[in-house]
């Protein structure tokens, strides 16, 4: 009586030794053991990573956005699209990169100014970087420093009243502080760090930037806006850096290399905490920069799936979704800075004193 536990016979033998009742019930108990069987013997199927993907987006009108990120509706970066690296503008709307600077030396890293009217941007001229202020639209260029040693990454702070640089003039490199003039120079860092890549708090009282000890790794720092004990924000054994201030200083987005040998961009609150993955796009991506209206962020890319190219300035939404290309020159593009909203002034007003904006 060997059949007696046998599970195949009551699911195949017994059902048709029955009345019909008897074989309908049966029935029912060989479609439910087919049916657990089948699932037993069903491979395991692991949930698909979500990758970001590029979307060549035409316009960034896609998005719903008229003006994408709530301001001047353009973004500034430095491109080696002619022979040496320069400044470029693009606009939101669709359109080709127009050229700022055309010179002889080098000239990247621009900075808006709070009223979205002037750029700031570092440039090499007889063999030593400084820092030098144009209009929007190229002209009125005037240099701001002139000291031994490599001035750079310039920004200015949200009253448009100091501008935080980096200097070499001491040696190592460490961040300053100056009037939008260039009077007043500062020493805020000064420390036996490499101190670099500084950004104003929304307040204008905190300074982000990136710094080493030594030869050891890279992390994120903040400091009080007049020098002091710097704070520690990230403490991780890969490079952290190249950090920027989400607009309603909650969050710092910054880049880092600590989910393999390729950057991605991350954001922490600015008090410290989790930290969230917002790029995997098998590419270094940094550089990130908020949108005035802290819906976007900005980023530079060194590789896109299925290109190849140098790298490119990318958009995605705050919680990196919906990844799309806003250059595509087949030549680096560094530094991406977004424009305020323009502020307009009245005829010989103080520029501190904005009447209107558009």
Same mark, same amino acid.
């Given at each position: 009586?060997? =059949?007696?536990?046998?599970?195949?016979?009551?699911?195949?033998?017994?059902?048709?030794?029955?009345?019909?009742?008897?074989?309908? =019930?049966?029935? %029912? #108990? $060989?479609?439910?053991?087919?049916?657990?069987?089948?699932?037993?013997?069903?491979?395991?199927?692991?949930?698909?990573?979500?990758?970001?993907?590029?979307?060549?987006?035409?316009?960034?009108?896609?998005?719903?956005?008229? #003006?994408? !990120?709530? !301001?001047?509706?353009?973004?500034?970066?430095?491109?080696?699209? !002619?022979?040496?690296?320069?400044?470029?503008?693009?606009?939101?709307?669709?359109?080709?990169?127009?050229?700022?600077?055309?010179?002889?030396? /080098?000239? *990247?890293?621009?900075?808006?100014?709070?009223?979205?009217?002037? #750029?700031?941007?570092?440039?090499?001229?007889? @063999?030593? +970087?400084?820092?030098?202020?144009?209009?929007?639209?190229?002209?009125?260029?005037?240099?701001?420093?002139?000291? $031994?040693?490599?001035? /750079?990454?310039?920004? *200015?702070?949200?009253?448009?009243?100091?501008?935080? %640089?980096? /200097?070499?003039?001491?040696?190592?490199?460490?961040?300053?502080?100056?009037?939008?003039?260039?009077?007043?120079?500062?020493?805020?860092?000064?420390?036996?760090?490499?101190?670099?890549?500084?950004? *104003?708090?929304?307040? @204008?009282?905190?300074?982000?930037? +990136?710094?080493?000890?030594?030869?050891?790794?890279?992390?994120?720092? #903040?400091?009080?806006?007049?020098?002091?004990?710097?704070?520690?924000?990230?403490? =991780?054994?890969?490079?952290?850096?190249?950090?920027?201030?989400?607009?309603?200083?909650?969050?710092?987005?910054?880049?880092?290399?600590?989910?393999?040998?390729?950057?991605?961009?991350?954001?922490?609150?600015?008090?410290?905490?989790?930290?969230?993955?917002?790029?995997?796009?098998?590419?270094?991506?940094? $550089?990130?920069?908020?949108?005035?209206?802290?819906?976007?962020?900005? $980023?530079?890319?060194?590789?896109?799936? !299925?290109?190849?190219?140098?790298?490119?300035?990318?958009?995605?939404?705050?919680?990196?979704?919906?990844?799309?290309?806003?250059?595509?020159?087949?030549? =680096?593009?560094?530094?991406?800075? *977004?424009?305020?909203?323009?502020?307009?002034?009245?005829?010989?007003?103080?520029?501190?004193?904005?009447?209107?904006?558009?």
């Amino acid at each position: 009586m060997r =059949h007696l536990n046998d599970p195949l016979y009551y699911c195949l033998i017994w059902p048709m030794v029955g009345g019909i009742e008897k074989l309908m =019930h049966r029935l %029912f #108990i $060989f479609c439910a053991c087919t049916l657990l069987i089948a699932l037993y013997l069903m491979p395991y199927a692991a949930p698909t990573p979500t990758v970001l993907a590029l979307q060549n987006t035409p316009t960034p009108e896609s998005l719903g956005n008229p #003006i994408l !990120g709530g !301001g001047g509706g353009k973004i500034a970066y430095a491109s080696n699209k !002619g022979a040496n690296f320069d400044i470029y503008v693009i606009s939101l709307d669709g359109g080709d990169p127009v050229r700022l600077t055309d010179s002889p030396s /080098s000239e *990247w890293r621009p900075a808006w100014s709070p009223d979205g009217r002037r #750029i700031l941007y570092s440039s090499v001229v007889d @063999g030593n +970087e400084d820092l030098y202020v144009m209009d929007a639209d190229g002209s009125n260029r005037i240099r701001l420093t002139d000291a $031994f040693g490599r001035d /750079s990454n310039a920004v *200015w702070s949200p009253d448009g009243k100091k501008l935080a %640089f980096v /200097s070499e003039r001491d040696g190592l490199s460490e961040i300053y502080v100056m009037d939008a003039d260039g009077n007043n120079q500062i020493n805020i860092t000064n420390n036996n760090f490499r101190d670099s890549f500084p950004q *104003w708090s929304p307040d @204008g009282k905190q300074i982000v930037y +990136e710094a080493a000890i030594g030869t050891a790794n890279w992390d994120v720092y #903040i400091i009080p806006a007049t020098g002091g004990d710097p704070f520690q924000l990230t403490d =991780h054994p890969s490079f952290d850096g190249l950090p920027a201030w989400s607009p309603d200083g909650t969050t710092i987005a910054f880049a880092s290399a600590r989910d393999g040998s390729s950057m991605d961009i991350f954001t922490i609150p600015a008090t410290g905490g989790e930290v969230k993955k917002l790029t995997n796009i098998a590419s270094d991506d940094k $550089f990130p920069m908020y949108s005035p209206d802290g819906k976007y962020i900005a $980023f530079y890319s060194d590789e896109n799936p !299925g290109r190849d190219d140098n790298g490119s300035i990318l958009i995605m939404n705050v919680d990196g979704s919906d990844v799309f290309l806003l250059t595509d020159d087949n030549v =680096h593009g560094y530094y991406p800075a *977004w424009q305020p909203p323009v502020v307009t002034y009245v005829r010989g007003d103080d520029p501190t004193s904005p009447v209107a904006r558009r």
